[in-house]
């Protein structure tokens, strides 16, 4: 199983990245996005089931992240529009077995595989 993310980069606050993550090998209940930013810990962004019909957001990022699944291509994208300096960090893709809310995966214990990290820098 691999989980390739991309589409990080460079923006000003106000702006807007589309993060991309392909996924090989097979498919998962539930697929996350989390970050990590410099000295702090991994945290949760979004969370979406392997039919999409289900998602969750930290409340960060409600309103203005979109996570979404294209199961025609085994893909997970997270649109993010209204950035803000304070969402600088290492974005990652990660997919569970488990229910996109359980408790162990938005904690990030509960991903069995992940991407390697894409990086955002939103400037102010």
């Known amino acids: 199983v691999q989980l390739q993310a991309s589409g990080g980069g460079l923006v000003q606050a106000g702006g807007s990245l589309r993060l991309s993550c392909a996924a090989s090998?097979?498919?998962?209940?539930?697929y996350g996005w989390f970050r990590q930013a410099p000295g702090k810990e991994r945290e949760f962004v979004a969370t979406i089931s392997w039919s999409g019909s289900s998602t969750y957001y930290a409340d960060s990022v409600k309103g203005r992240f979109t996570i979404s699944r294209d199961n025609a291509k085994n893909t997970v994208a997270l649109q993010m529009n209204s950035l803000k300096p304070e969402d600088t960090a290492v974005y990652y893709c990660?997919?569970?077995?488990?229910?996109?809310?359980?408790?162990?995966?938005?904690?990030?214990?509960?991903?069995?595989?992940w991407g390697k990290g894409t990086q955002v820098t939103v400037s102010s």
């Open positions: 090998g097979r498919t998962f209940s539930s």
């Open positions: 990660g997919a569970s077995p488990l229910s996109p809310t359980a408790p162990a995966v938005l904690a990030g214990r509960g991903m069995n595989y």
